[in-house]
């Protein structure tokens, strides 16, 4: 048993249950599925302790699991969207391009120095708010893509889509975002002023 | 010639695979010419590198959103490990 003498169930809520929370919320944006992928990843770490081979830390072998959680939940909603839900509805913003193909109203200045813009509290939310905006599958795509790092490949075995569909998912969820991000977030406080 | 809105979408599919010679040098000379499209690359790659930082924030042990369970999940999941 001296393998699992460094695991200690008693307290894990205490100590790594808001650490999983975040981790899941950042993923899923919707608290209760993160309350539930939390909860499974405690008590499918209670039943597998026997293997923790204590080469990692407790937290990184609970956040292995719920990696695992986190994949099967995005896999479980692609199979559940309504066929047809994503890839072939139309563009939701109006394209910014005219019939030739050109801006009709480029991006905007976003001016300042944003690199620092990760540091900004109220920056995170309205990400989270404009990444709520898109459909499930366009934000999952992303999520899995930009926020997990995962590459293509695997993102389209779990999206089930091809690899031109994945592109072109992506194509549109960052276009969007980018769009969002530059009403809500940039625009306003230009006018805002400093 | 590449439009703009073959551009952006060019733009968005290199930051997943790398694109064909000739497609690659097409994107780069739309872009020495068409200050919008040069605009649209630094701002979605603004927006990678922010979510990345973002990320590792989050992620990391300490300063974060401060997002937690309630008082409720912690709970009802506290019941749960003690009597699986």
Not at chain 2, 54 to 67: C, I, W
Request: hydrophobic content about 35%; overall charge positive; proline content about 4%.
């Amino acid at each position: 048993m001296a393998k699992s003498a460094t695991l200690d169930p008693s307290d894990w809520v205490g100590r790594y249950g808001d650490y999983l929370f975040r981790y899941a919320m950042l993923r899923l944006r919707d608290r209760s599925a993160a309350e539930d992928l939390v909860q499974e990843t405690f008590l499918a770490a209670l039943s597998a302790r026997g293997s923790f081979s204590g080469n990692s830390s407790e937290s990184t072998w609970l956040v292995g699991i719920l990696k695992h959680k986190i994949m099967d939940h995005f896999r479980r909603q692609a199979r559940e969207a309504p066929p047809g839900d994503c890839d072939l509805r139309e563009h939701p913003d109006p394209s910014p391009f005219d019939g030739s193909g050109h801006w009709a109203s480029g991006p905007t200045d976003w001016g300042g120095n944003p690199a620092d813009l990760y540091r900004e509290k109220k920056f995170l939310d309205q990400f989270t708010k404009c990444l709520a905006g898109l459909s499930q599958n366009h934000a999952n795509a992303f999520t899995l893509r930009e926020i997990e790092g995962a590459d293509t490949g695997e993102i389209c075995k779990v999206l089930n889509v091809s690899e031109t569909n994945l592109w072109v998912i992506l194509h549109r969820a960052r276009m969007q975002l980018r769009r969002c991000l530059e009403t809500h977030w940039f625009e306003r406080s230009a006018k805002k002023g400093p | 010639m590449l439009s703009c809105k073959d551009v952006t979408r060019l733009l968005s599919e290199s930051m997943d695979h790398s694109l064909p010679l000739g497609k690659r040098v097409g994107v780069r000379f739309h872009l020495l010419i068409c200050r919008f499209c040069a605009r649209y690359e630094r701002q979605l790659l603004l927006i990678r590198e922010t979510v990345r930082r973002l990320v590792a924030t989050e992620d990391g042990p300490g300063e974060s959103s401060g997002e937690s369970l309630s008082a409720e999940a912690r709970e009802r999941i506290r019941k749960t490990l003690a009597s699986p």
